[in-house]
């Protein structure tokens, strides 16, 4: 059973350009979260979906930022018109219902810019 | 103020030295407790959850002390392969999960 998928694990962006991360929870899991990790700094909550659903977005910024997480394939996390304040690690976990741990992809190390 | 809090150290502690960190938590209606471990640009992996009666894995054990809100991780004989950061997490209610920003521990030989 793989573990949780990121790709890309690299991804480096201009100002203005858009921002495409993608994860592969494991397999059965149908929960998904979204955080964000500055430099030596602590995990940001920034999004929750299940299949199909945004369940809490409250730590996701109003503007430039969007999730999914369609009924087939990945959960995406995209941002428009990156900015350098973006430039972070992205982690992605799953897990499979409630009462469960989280576990993490590898996470996208965005680069703006 | 925060949902979780940890002492951030750094702790420089030497090879088998005992270490004991602490967190705290606001949220009484806290439910499931977890220690996870990140080494340096990786990404967090689960040491072990907390269970109420405390839990002992091997050199670690985990505490919870729900009066006081809050949960302890006691590491015994450290080894330099201990040498990360350690994230506290608490879930609330259905699934949100809140983390503490970690404390650094090094090992030196």
């Known amino acids: 059973n793989a573990g949780v998928m990121q790709n890309p694990r690299h991804l480096v962006r201009r100002r203005g350009q858009e921002a495409r991360l993608r994860c592969s929870p494991m397999k059965g899991h149908s929960h998904v979260y979204w955080y964000r990790q500055l430099p030596e700094e602590g995990l940001k909550f920034m999004v929750y979906l299940q299949k199909e659903n945004i369940i809490d977005e409250s730590g996701m910024p109003k503007e430039r930022f969007s999730a999914e997480f369609p009924k087939e394939g990945p959960s995406i996390l995209r941002i428009q018109q990156v900015v350098r304040g973006d430039s972070a690690a992205y982690f992605c976990?799953?897990?499979?219902?409630?009462?469960?741990?989280?576990?993490f992809g590898p996470g996208t190390r965005l680069t703006v810019l | 103020r925060k949902e979780v809090e940890q002492d951030p150290g750094p702790f420089n502690v030497p090879e088998g030295a005992t270490v004991a960190f602490n967190c705290t938590y606001s949220?009484?209606?806290?439910?499931?407790f977890f220690w996870y471990r990140q080494d340096c640009r990786k990404e967090p992996k689960l040491l072990m959850s907390v269970y109420s009666s405390g839990n002992e894995d091997g050199r670690f054990t985990a505490q919870l002390n729900r009066a006081s809100q809050y949960i302890s991780l006691l590491i015994r004989d450290s080894k330099l392969s201990d040498s990360a950061t350690y994230l506290c997490v608490v879930r609330v209610r259905g699934n949100q999960f809140y983390f503490g920003t970690g404390t650094s521990l090094t090992v030196i030989p």
């Open positions: 976990a799953s897990l499979p219902g409630l009462n469960n741990e989280q576990f």
């Open positions: 949220n009484s209606a806290s439910q499931s």
